[in-house]
């Protein structure tokens, strides 16, 4: 299995279809988010994954009612991964996990649902500036314990949690990983960063890769490249 999902974090319907066409041969799944989403809503979303394993990344947090709502809503669409942010707290995640528990009932397709934890663009220091209690490896195990206990699939982490994630955790549970960043690769606003190899060992389930391969001169070579290096 390929684990790497490309996220595509562009607004523009002609330049997410061409680079879901040049990559998707190369990776596991495409990753559509806030900004494509936002600009070009359910349907062009469909049109854009096509057949290719679709990541649907909205990170919703909000009162548990409402976040049950948005996952209703988009539960047609069929994504193999929702995420929705653990800091919306047990509540919220439990009614996440009903409402695509009912929707699945009725669509036959069961959403995964992933917990965003502390988020890869932020360190220690950021953490300290939004009042919460650091180091971002404590949070993230903190966060990633109350996911499992309300009933998620799996969270979202830096590849520098993997490895501790993973003995605590068990095998089972999904750790999708961003702030993956090839030798060389600008870091641009990421922080807690790894390469692709290095974050599997780690123990992984999937990665997240954006623009080390859209930005790329060449997305489907750079996709190919990474694809190679894992399968190597
Ligand atoms: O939920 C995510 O996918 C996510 C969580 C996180 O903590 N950090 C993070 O970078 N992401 C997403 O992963 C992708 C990383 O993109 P690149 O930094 O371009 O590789 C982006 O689409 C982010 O929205």
Redo the contacts with the bound molecule.
Sequence with gaps: MNPVFA?L?TTDLDCARGLAAAVAPHVGGL?L??EFFLAQGLANTAAVAGATPL?L?L?LHDIPNTVAGGVRAIAGLKPEFL?IHTAGGSAMMRAAVDAAAEAAAQTGHRIKL?G??????LDDGDLDAVGQRGPAADQVRRLALLARASGLDGV???PMEVAALRADLGADFQL?V????PAGAAL???KRVMGPRDAIAAGASRL?????I?EAPDPAAAARAIAAELAA
């Design positions: 996220a974090d990753k988010g806030l990541f990344d990170k995420t992933l965003v934890t502390v988020l890869t663009s979202i982490c830096s999708v961003p702030g993956i960043r641009g606003d990421q997240v890769i954006g623009r080390p859209t």
